[in-house]
């Protein structure tokens, strides 16, 4: 009787996987791969992206879809870690065997999953990464987004060039991100013939800057150099005004986040500098809004839908093989909602150009 | 010198926090005699809750301060009567205690993320907080307010533990359980109402952390590190020492980062904690064995 039990138990398991195996491969699907933020730090941005990409998805499927095959996007949360990050890659590499991965967002997530992809042979195209040292990840990475090494420049320039800042001091997130720009902009401020008086890294789950910031103060900058992630920031900001702080306070991308304007406004004299994307407008703005019931498309959004519908192209023209798609990729020219988008030999957008916003009101202001 | 006075206002502030957690942590150890990871989870849960009932319900912010407390407190108890009593019944030793109660801990932070998702959040007071300037340092009318509380609750405490009823049967328990239980005290019902009063506590904390910076369901790790740090340092199995071992962590660690980077604060205070398991194991006020 037991024996029965047993065998009918093990023909059932090896049923079901071959059932299981069998249905991974419907012939009618193509499956892309995405990771983002969907909880945790920087969420809010993760959350938005994935807005952009279904209404992408939904666009290339309503009219034909890749050659008829329809597109199905596996959702992962990376939450902006690198350990959520590794596991979300290694599923979708190994489990969904994705031919593409839109991802991650963070840099932190980015460079953790991305050597997998590489060594698998899987193409990732981050809408959002921008540390300076993903150039060097390999030939099947791309991003639409502009490497922090441009930013970090821009920012040093700005600060010097604009506000006539000669004395800066930096806090900083530690991570890919903000040590990368961090890194950049004390060198090139420093070429300039600027000075840094102080400089503070903590990590971006910090939720205590008191001391961080009263160190910033007592060097009497002229300006304090920022570049934080969203949550962090928030409480950053809000303990720098309760410390009095009056200086005027230069952020990064990673404030382009409806979540944390509306949060610090008023706190402070506070800017950012952001790449100089095109303005979300028309049908896709309408549509994101609509599924995050957002008032604002922030950063990242735009580039993932564009990555998307490049990649849609891609596959109709080439198929999945990796090798022909990144060669493809690289040398198409693409006019999107979030700009023009050509690719260098790392991968990296060939053009870049930065815009300084202003927050105040609850809202963002360009400066011009 | 206002660099100075700063530092120590924020090490105050910090170590004002770390006391409130400490405090009950230490008190549930003097009583039951464990390790109860799951104490920092209940600050979470205290947070969550005026977040709940303040802003999602838009309540009344005191009502939604003292739902967050009572509820803070009943899930502490809950874990005692449904997790730990019945384990203690079963005489199992301190270890399996301090697993259970580290799957509690878990258990709640996921039940947490699962309800309000894992986003940063941020309690706002609906007004704006006055700040106050003290030879060259600023602290804010929000931080005055947690350290007052944390006196109060001290003090408020050792008058519970000294001069009621309740409170004898306390410390006579934590003096020795057996000849508690020989004498007649009903040994279970106060160590409920122990937990009790200390999860109510912790919640207090979450709640104050949550106006302080904000909310996140993971925030009660960090707290809970930093309260046994306190515990240890000021005397373990004493209330009071938490207090002083919170306030003494805070300033070594804001004062600590003066001339070296803010981000080795953590590195400085398990540094702290490490130096008083080798010379001083039974922390300032502790019972010498």
């Known amino acids: ?368 | 010198m206002g660099i100075l006075v700063q530092l120590v206002l924020n090490g105050l502030i910090a170590g004002a926090i770390y006391a409130l957690i400490a405090l009950g942590f230490n008190l549930v150890y003097a009583t039951a005699r464990f390790f109860n990871l799951a104490h920092g989870a209940l600050a979470a849960v205290g947070g969550y809750s005026v977040f709940y009932f303040g802003q999602k319900l838009g309540l009344p912010l005191w009502v939604a301060v003292l739902l967050g407390i009572l509820i803070a407190g009943l899930v502490g108890w809950a874990l005692n009567k449904f997790i730990y009593e019945v384990l203690r019944g079963r005489q199992a030793s301190n270890t399996v205690l301090l697993v259970a109660s580290l799957g509690a801990f878990t258990v709640i932070q996921a039940i947490i993320a699962i309800i309000f998702s894992s986003q940063f959040q941020t309690l706002t007071r609906g007004f704006e907080t006055r700040v106050y300037e003290i030879f060259g340092g600023v602290i804010t009318q929000n931080q005055l307010i947690i350290m007052g509380l944390t006196v109060a609750i001290s003090i408020l405490l050792y008058l519970f533990l000294r001069f009621t009823v309740m409170g004898r049967m306390v410390r006579a328990i934590s003096d020795d359980v057996e000849a508690a239980r020989v004498v007649g005290i009903p040994v279970n019902r106060v160590i409920g109402l122990v937990f009790f009063i200390a999860s109510a506590i912790a919640g207090l904390g979450g709640i104050m952390v949550g106006f302080e910076t904000g909310i996140e369901p993971t925030m009660g790790m960090s707290l809970l590190l930093k309260g046994v740090i306190a515990t240890i340092i000021g005397g373990i199995g004493n209330p009071f020492g938490g207090v002083l071992g919170g306030v003494l962590l805070g300033l070594i660690e804001n004062l600590g980062i003066w001339k070296i980077s803010a981000e080795w604060k953590d590195a400085i205070a398990f540094a702290v904690l490490i130096l008083f398991l080798l010379l001083r194991p039974s922390g300032i006020l502790g019972k010498k064995k």
């Not at chain 1, 992809?117 to 390999?138: D, E, I, R």
């Not at chain 1, 028309?282 to 490049?310: H, I, S, W």
């Not at chain 1, 693409?334 to 060939?350: A, P, R």
Request: charged share 25%; with cysteine.
């Open chain 1, 1 to 368: 009787m037991q024996k029965t039990i047993v065998v009918i138990a093990v023909l059932l398991v090896i049923l079901g996987g071959w059932y299981l195996a069998r249905s991974k491969s419907e012939p009618g699907n193509i499956k892309v791969g995405f990771i983002a933020p969907l909880t945790g730090d920087a969420s809010a941005l993760g959350v938005a992206t994935k807005a952009a990409v279904e209404v992408a998805v939904e666009e290339i499927n309503n009219s034909g879809g890749i050659n008829g095959s329809k597109l199905k996007v596996i959702y992962e949360d990376g939450q902006c870690n690198a350990k959520a990050a590794v596991t979300a890659g290694n599923k979708l590499i190994s489990i969904d065997k994705v031919p593409v991965i839109i991802g991650g967002l963070c840099s932190t997530e980015t460079s953790a999953f991305a050597p997998a992809a590489m060594q698998n042979k899987v193409l990732v195209f981050s809408p959002c990464s921008s540390a300076p040292s993903l150039s060097n990840l390999g030939k099947y990475f791309f991003r639409s987004y502009p490497s922090d090494a441009y930013q970090g420049k821009f920012a040093a320039e700005y600060a010097y060039n604009d506000l006539k800042a000669r004395k800066v001091a930096i806090g900083y997130h530690i991570s890919d991100w903000g040590t990368g720009i961090k890194e950049i902009f004390e060198t090139r401020f420093k070429e300039l013939g600027g000075q840094v008086v102080a400089e503070e890294g903590a990590p971006q789950d910090a939720r205590d800057y008191r001391t961080l910031l009263g160190k910033l103060k007592a060097a009497k900058p002229d300006l304090i150099y920022l570049p934080t992630y969203p949550d962090g920031g928030i409480v950053a900001i809000t303990q720098a005004n309760e410390l009095g702080i009056k200086t005027k306070i230069f952020g990064g991308d990673g404030w382009d986040d409806p979540k944390f304007v509306k949060a610090v406004s008023g706190k402070g004299d506070l800017i950012f500098s952001v790449a100089a994307t095109r303005e979300p407008a028309g049908e896709f703005r309408q549509k994101v809004l609509a599924k995050t019931n957002g008032e604002q498309v922030p950063l990242c959004a735009p580039q993932a839908y564009d990555n998307l519908k490049m990649l849609a192209e891609v596959m109709k023209k080439v198929g999945l093989d990796p090798d022909k798609m990144q060669a493809e990729l690289r040398s198409m020219h693409y006019d999107g909602v979030s700009g023009s988008i050509s690719f260098d030999k790392n991968g990296d957008l060939t053009t870049v150009a930065y815009v300084v916003k202003r927050i105040e009101n609850g809202t963002v202001v360009e400066i011009k």
